[in-house]
């Protein structure tokens, strides 16, 4: 009786002191024991036990450090009946225990330690009290987040002063609890970045930071999901992509998205929010969830870091109203008023650059947020401006001014590139023409930048608005010839740039009104800037000409080359002049001057001569490319379908470049291609 109060004071003993920690890693085992003796024995071999049985309880502490060790305390007590006696010796052990644990596979484990103490040896004569050591092998399943079932075995050697009191192996079956264990252990590390509200969008698909699961749990977390939430700024949190499974010790790194609402953007001035992350997940088949506290930093509206330049298309808000309005005046004079020189993107942005400078826009290095320093520390926050921002303002350093004008090109239907060099941003805009019409159009293509695309472009040099779109130009090119030789320039077009930081809606959140500058006086300004460029441009070349000519005044050549330099600048009266002579000095003309004039019949509206000119250049020339575009955009005027995708067709196949410049072609009719046909200027020619 004595004997069985003592081992039930000691079980009691170790489950409370398990019992009183609050979380896992500990763990308390109960164990039915079969103990199976195989020593000692009689001098003539007898067994001095037979077969007996007991129980073990153990108390478990795993390492969170190292999960593959733990350690314990382990009481057993083992009842053996003496060999033919009819008595039975009892056992009571007491010892740490020390052993590496592994999982081979999902909610399978084994154990190995090795165990050691101090025994009480209890028969009818006495006890004795010395120590013991033993190993013991355990095969674990999890059956749920806080119980495994046990099956293993154990050794026992109990010593004496004189040798064994028994050794041998015992069998063991049971479960073992883990104390805390019902929850996963799931430790949480996150890592939010600084969120910039013109880039809210942005973080709908890209990280707005990380968030690091540790699982220290006793078993796999599996589906885990991870969303952001930051009430102030979001109607709803943004669920991250689930992870399958996270296993026990293992941990994972997640990005975090965030989807904002546009409320965002009345950030002004750096500001601390709180936010909650929330991770959902399975643990051992039971939906769980858990929330923790986080805090984010806005930073301004305005803010963002030069590690992408591509950042900045953020403030090209094509879609403010007052950046439209500022626009279409201008550019419609300028497509429409005048004279049709070059095209009408050259012309375009020509006017636009004028109304800047006619608006009193200039330029003046922001002494806080230099682009020139801030662009070196690609982490660093600068403070831009937008578009309607710059034209209240009517100043700004080197990438506020580029970012106005890209907004006020990009409105006009005009593709734009931010150009950077060291310290430098400024603007190129695309022609629209290939680089052979390009360098046969222009007397300096190499103030041209020719992409490998086969587009054309050209660079302005922002910050000299006050000085005209001719000097910025020049200058835009001798920077991009000088860095670009250096291998220190950087091309950025707005439409790529675009897919990865969409433009904000400011209409909502920008307040600030802006007057347009005297419409006459502008393009008064413009008209004088066209006529100089003609000055430099073409009438060096055109005098060229005509000087050949006055020694062969019916070269068909230089009459053609010179009625096309006419063209180009929109001088179409002596364009056809020429044009017509070759075909009063010729019996047989030759396929360019066809060609040449039904491109001026197509400009002036005559569609079916246009037509008729070009079928008769094809007629003697099948794939010339121009001819191709003049029959296929001559038929579309006069609703030839089939003419149309015919002659298409092979300009696809001939010049897969002009092709896709007049891609509405290709659609043949209907209304989206027709409102992309309204343009009907010619910047093909063929000399």
Same mark, same amino acid.
């Given at each position: 009786?004595?004997?069985?109060?003592?081992?039930?004071?000691?079980?009691?003993?170790?489950?409370?002191?398990?019992?009183?920690?609050?979380t896992? =890693?500990?763990a308390?085992?109960?164990?039915?024991?079969v103990?199976? =003796?195989?020593?000692p024995?009689?001098?003539?071999?007898?067994?001095?036990?037979?077969?007996?049985?007991?129980?073990s *309880?153990r108390?478990?502490?795993?390492?969170?450090?190292?999960?593959y060790?733990?350690?314990?305390?382990?009481?057993?007590?083992?009842?053996?009946?003496l060999n033919?006696?009819g008595?039975?010796?009892?056992?009571?052990?007491?010892?740490?225990?020390?052993?590496?644990?592994?999982? =081979?596979?999902q909610?399978?484990? +084994?154990?190995?330690?090795?165990?050691?103490?101090?025994?009480a040896?209890m028969?009818?004569?006495?006890?004795?009290w010395?120590?013991?050591?033993?190993?013991? *092998?355990?095969?674990?399943?999890?059956?749920?987040?806080?119980?495994?079932l046990?099956?293993?075995? /154990?050794?026992?050697?109990?010593?004496?002063?004189?040798?064994?009191?028994?050794?041998?192996?015992?069998?063991?079956?049971?479960?073992?609890?883990?104390?805390?264990?019902?929850?996963?252990?799931?430790?949480?590390?996150?890592?939010? $970045?600084?969120?910039?509200?013109?880039?809210?969008?942005?973080?709908?698909?890209?990280?707005?930071?990380?968030?690091t699961?540790?699982?220290?749990?006793?078993g796999?977390?599996?589906?885990?999901?991870?969303?952001?939430?930051?009430?102030?700024?979001?109607?709803?949190?943004?669920?991250?992509?689930?992870?399958?499974?996270?296993?026990?010790?293992?941990?994972?790194?997640?990005?975090?998205?965030?989807l904002?609402?546009?409320?965002?953007?009345?950030? /002004?001035?750096?500001?601390?929010?709180?936010?909650?992350?929330?991770?959902?997940?399975?643990?051992?088949?039971?939906?769980?969830?858990?929330?923790?506290?986080?805090?984010?930093?806005?930073?301004p509206?305005?803010?963002?870091?030069?590690?992408?330049?591509?950042?900045?298309?953020?403030?090209?808000?094509?879609?403010?109203?007052?950046?439209?309005?500022f626009?279409a005046?201008?550019a419609?004079?300028?497509?429409?008023?005048?004279?049709?020189?070059?095209s009408?993107?050259?012309?375009v942005?020509?006017?636009?650059?004028?109304? *800047?400078k006619?608006?009193?826009?200039?330029?003046?290095?922001? =002494?806080?947020?230099?682009?020139?320093?801030?662009?070196?520390?690609?982490?660093?926050?600068?403070?831009?401006?937008?578009?309607?921002? /710059?034209?209240?303002?009517?100043?700004?350093?080197?990438?506020?001014?580029? +970012?106005?004008?890209?907004?006020?090109?990009?409105?006009?239907?005009?593709?734009?590139?931010?150009?950077?060099?060291?310290g430098? +941003?400024?603007?190129a805009?695309?022609?629209?023409?290939?680089?052979?019409?390009?360098?046969?159009?222009?007397?300096?293509?190499?103030?041209?930048?020719?992409?490998?695309?086969?587009?054309?472009?050209?660079?302005?040099?922002?910050?000299?608005?006050?000085?005209?779109?001719?000097?910025?130009?020049?200058?835009?090119?001798?920077?991009?010839?000088?860095?670009?030789?250096?291998?220190? /320039?950087?091309?950025?077009p707005?439409?790529?740039a675009?897919?990865?930081?969409?433009?904000?809606?400011?209409?909502?959140?920008?307040?600030?009104?802006?007057?347009?500058?005297?419409?006459?006086?502008?393009?008064?300004?413009?008209?004088?800037?066209?006529?100089?460029?003609?000055r430099?441009?073409?009438?060096?070349? +055109?005098?060229?000409?005509?000087?050949?000519?006055?020694?062969?005044?019916?070269?068909?050549?230089?009459?053609?080359?010179?009625?096309?330099?006419?063209?180009?600048?929109?001088?179409? $009266?002596?364009?056809?002049?020429?044009?017509e002579?070759?075909?009063?000095?010729?019996?047989?003309?030759?396929?360019?001057?066809?060609?040449?004039?039904?491109?001026?019949?197509?400009?002036?509206?005559?569609?079916?001569?246009a037509?008729?000119?070009?079928?008769?250049?094809?007629?003697?020339?099948?794939?010339?490319?121009?001819?191709?575009?003049?029959?296929?955009?001559?038929?579309?005027?006069?609703?030839?379908?089939?003419?149309?995708?015919?002659?298409?067709?092979?300009?696809?196949?001939?010049?897969?470049?002009?092709?896709?410049?007049?891609?509405?072609?290709?659609?043949?009719?209907?209304?989206?291609?027709?409102?992309?046909?309204?343009?009907?200027?010619?910047?093909?020619?063929?000399e």
């Amino acid at each position: 009786m004595k004997a069985k109060a003592v081992v039930v004071l000691l079980l009691s003993g170790i489950a409370a002191a398990g019992w009183c920690q609050a979380t896992s =890693p500990f763990a308390i085992s109960a164990q039915p024991l079969v103990s199976v =003796p195989i020593g000692p024995t009689l001098g003539d071999g007898t067994p001095f036990y037979t077969i007996g049985g007991g129980a073990s *309880l153990r108390a478990e502490y795993t390492l969170p450090a190292a999960q593959y060790l733990f350690g314990g305390l382990e009481v057993d007590a083992e009842f053996l009946p003496l060999n033919g006696a009819g008595s039975a010796a009892t056992f009571l052990s007491l010892g740490p225990a020390i052993g590496v644990q592994f999982f =081979p596979i999902q909610r399978f484990g +084994i154990r190995l330690a090795g165990v050691g103490g101090i025994y009480a040896g209890m028969i009818e004569a006495g006890t004795v009290w010395n120590p013991f050591a033993g190993a013991i *092998l355990d095969f674990g399943y999890q059956l749920k987040p806080a119980m495994a079932l046990s099956l293993g075995g /154990t050794f026992k050697y109990h010593f004496t002063p004189t040798g064994p009191a028994y050794y041998g192996v015992g069998i063991t079956a049971g479960v073992r609890y883990y104390i805390g264990g019902s929850r996963a252990d799931l430790r949480i590390q996150p890592e939010l $970045r600084p969120i910039f509200p013109v880039f809210y969008s942005y973080y709908d698909d890209n990280p707005a930071g990380t968030v690091t699961l540790q699982n220290h749990s006793m078993g796999p977390i599996q589906d885990v999901q991870v969303s952001l939430f930051v009430r102030e700024y979001m109607s709803a949190p943004k669920p991250a992509p689930a992870v399958p499974v996270l296993q026990r010790g293992k941990d994972v790194t997640i990005d975090t998205n965030a989807l904002f609402t546009d409320n965002i953007l009345a950030v /002004t001035e750096q500001k601390k929010v709180a936010g909650e992350l929330e991770v959902a997940y399975t643990y051992f088949g039971q939906p769980m969830k858990s929330t923790y506290p986080v805090t984010l930093t806005i930073q301004p509206r305005n803010g963002m870091t030069w590690d992408q330049t591509e950042k900045a298309a953020g403030f090209v808000t094509t879609g403010d109203d007052r950046v439209r309005n500022f626009a279409a005046p201008f550019a419609a004079d300028a497509r429409d008023r005048g004279q049709m020189a070059v095209s009408w993107r050259f012309r375009v942005a020509m006017a636009l650059f004028e109304a *800047l400078k006619s608006h009193g826009v200039g330029y003046v290095a922001d =002494p806080t947020t230099p682009y020139i320093e801030k662009s070196k520390e690609k982490s660093t926050i600068d403070l831009l401006r937008f578009p309607v921002e /710059t034209l209240v303002a009517r100043v700004g350093d080197c990438d506020d001014l580029s +970012i106005l004008y890209a907004a006020l090109l990009e409105s006009s239907g005009i593709q734009s590139a931010f150009l950077t060099t060291p310290g430098h +941003i400024f603007i190129a805009f695309n022609l629209g023409m290939e680089h052979k019409t390009a360098q046969a159009t222009f007397a300096t293509p190499e103030d041209l930048l020719l992409r490998e695309d086969g587009t054309t472009w050209l660079p302005v040099e922002v910050t000299r608005v006050r000085e005209g779109f001719l000097r910025a130009w020049k200058a835009g090119a001798q920077e991009w010839r000088a860095a670009g030789a250096a291998g220190n /320039t950087e091309f950025v077009p707005l439409l790529a740039a675009w897919q990865k930081f969409p433009a904000v809606d400011t209409g909502r959140v920008l307040q600030g009104s802006t007057s347009n500058p005297d419409p006459t006086r502008v393009f008064q300004a413009y008209s004088m800037a066209l006529t100089q460029f003609y000055r430099n441009d073409f009438e060096p070349r +055109i005098s060229e000409v005509q000087s050949a000519l006055k020694q062969n005044p019916n070269d068909a050549k230089l009459l053609n080359r010179l009625g096309v330099l006419y063209a180009r600048f929109g001088m179409n $009266r002596e364009a056809r002049q020429q044009f017509e002579q070759i075909v009063k000095n010729s019996r047989d003309t030759f396929p360019a001057v066809l060609i040449n004039l039904g491109n001026l019949a197509y400009l002036e509206g005559n569609f079916q001569d246009a037509f008729d000119f070009y079928s008769k250049a094809l007629e003697k020339q099948p794939e010339s490319p121009v001819a191709l575009l003049g029959l296929a955009r001559s038929a579309y005027e006069l609703g030839k379908n089939a003419e149309v995708k015919d002659a298409y067709d092979k300009l696809s196949q001939a010049a897969p470049g002009i092709a896709q410049e007049y891609a509405y072609l290709g659609a043949v009719a209907g209304a989206t291609a027709r409102a992309a046909a309204a343009e009907q200027e010619v910047s093909v020619w063929d000399e």
